[in-house]
């Protein structure tokens, strides 16, 4: 057979094969000389019996060298050994340094992001900071709202539309989000929408007012376009009483001034002397407490 008594052409892969074929001829007490060669073996009667031990035998070392391949893959490369010089140490340090900085940039990106989605500011101002607001002869007084952000300043921003006060109002909230302090932005009908019990579960209307009454920073948007009611008054008077008690930042926009709204919420056929006995003017008065009073005027 040509296959049987062809030799390799690669000498120490013959060799090889020789002694895989003495090892089983040896395994099945097969006589051979002290220095047997492939062919003697192979002229044995037990030719066809070696074959397939040594079949078997390929098989096996097959199956093993995919294992341990398997094995290498699976198992983590170890990390090289620290180089001793000081400065290959001192480069490990750093790249050590960088990467739980890039880490801790990561997650505070993540928990800003989180923040301000979570804060139910308009998606439309989400990405709006202080250098967007447009600073003009007429509105630089806007520049001291921005110093609310640091001193955690309460404001009445009021103003037409059309003249910045909830992109401002949003930009506060960006920029406090950026601080990782926790604010939420409203529009003033939501709010009643929200805590009317009526409108969903008492328990989760329960737990909304106290987040609003406690949230260090609250922003009601639009106040004033809300249809008024004895309801409507009580419950913002619970808000903005709860807030100037506990001294947290109220921002607020509207198209009233402050005396404006207090006509809204008061009834102005009740004479003069009876106005603080009403809710809308003891609103206004914590609403000038608590907040700086700024005037947008227009463009």
Known sequence: MDTLTSKPSNHSSA??????????????????DETPTVYQILANNSETAIFQQLEQQEQLEQQQAITQELQKQSTPTPEPPLQTS????????????WSVEEL?????????????RDSRVPKIFRDKHARDFIITDQNKIAIDAMAAIKHNQGLYI???CGTGKTLLASIILNERARLLKPSIFLCATDIFLDLNPFNGNQNTANEKRIRYK???????????????????????FDIINHRYNENLQTIITSN???????DRLTETTTPKKQLDDYVGDRIIRRIK???????????
């Open 104 to 116: 801790k940039n990561n997650i505070r990106r993540n928990e800003i992001r989180t923040m301000t």
């Open 15 to 32: 060799d090889k094969f020789a002694q895989k074929v003495i090892n089983i001829a040896n395994k099945m007490a097969i006589p051979t």
């Open 214 to 236: 406690s949230i260090p920073c609250l922003i009601i948007d639009d106040l004033g376009v809300e249809k008024t009611s004895d309801w409507t008054k009580q419950t913002l």
């Open 86 to 97: 000081s400065n290959s140490k001192d480069n490990n340090d750093d790249d050590d340094e």
């Open 158 to 160: 009021y103003g037409d």
């Open 289 to 299: 407490a608590i907040c700086k009073i700024i005037h947008l005027p227009n463009y």
């Open 256 to 262: 009233f001034s402050p005396d404006a709204l207090r």
